[in-house]
């Protein structure tokens, strides 16, 4: 015996079937940690670690006012004190005290081995000169110009690693895309919303490497935000790469 449905059944069910694909997307805010010792004293920083600065803690908490009608189901950071932190002083400038601060290793920046901690010129300089550039000038203007691609780097870095404990590109990339897909995954099976990552600026640039045909030419500024969608069918979208409306908008 055939069921037959009326019209008014069949559109409350289309209703249905259609809230259930948008409530399934997860929209991810992607940011960079807030300024840090190394970074205003211009040495590197990988696995190493320093703490915000006033100016690293006022940028946080401008984006967290600039992103206070956005309610995060979730909230992650890396293991990393100053990504961590970050994602602490954005929740407080939220008003948002009961989201819990996720850790992940994953999200890591980029090790930088024999070069942790040392200036910045003596761990470019080098990687330089083995991409064939006279200086850590030159290349950062053919980065610039999208000349130079962001995994050409990571690579350079490992390559003159003396030690052999700094990561390759493909290592960096790899599990930044792991991290981030379980995180989505996550967040879908909650029913889909909005998330919060924390993560460090070469770590970032080599996820997005991979996920957008324009070649990334610009290290993501302190905070910066870059959205991510993910669909009900399992695709990431990049919505918008290093944007600092957020920050404006919570100054």
Known sequence: M???L????IFILFILSISNVFATEVTIYLT???KTMFNTVHRAQGWSDTPLTQAGIDVAQQLGRGLKGTPFIAVYSSDLGRARQTARVILNAQGDTTNPVIEMPGL???CFGIYEGDLDPNMWNPAAKHLGYASSDALMAEFSAGKVN???MIDAIAAVDTINMAENYVTVRDRMKTSLKTIAESAQKQGGGDVLIVS????ISALLNEMTDKPIDTP????SVSKIRYTSDGKFIVES???MSYVEKGK
Do not use: C, F, M, Q
């Open 2 to 4: 055939r069921l037959l």
């Open 6 to 9: 009326k019209p008014l059944t």
């Open 32 to 34: 960079r940690h807030g």
């Open 108 to 110: 890591r920046e980029s």
């Open 150 to 152: 962001i995994s050409k």
């Open 200 to 203: 460090h600026g070469v770590a």
């Open 220 to 223: 993501p500024a302190n905070a």
């Open 241 to 243: 790469i290093n944007d």
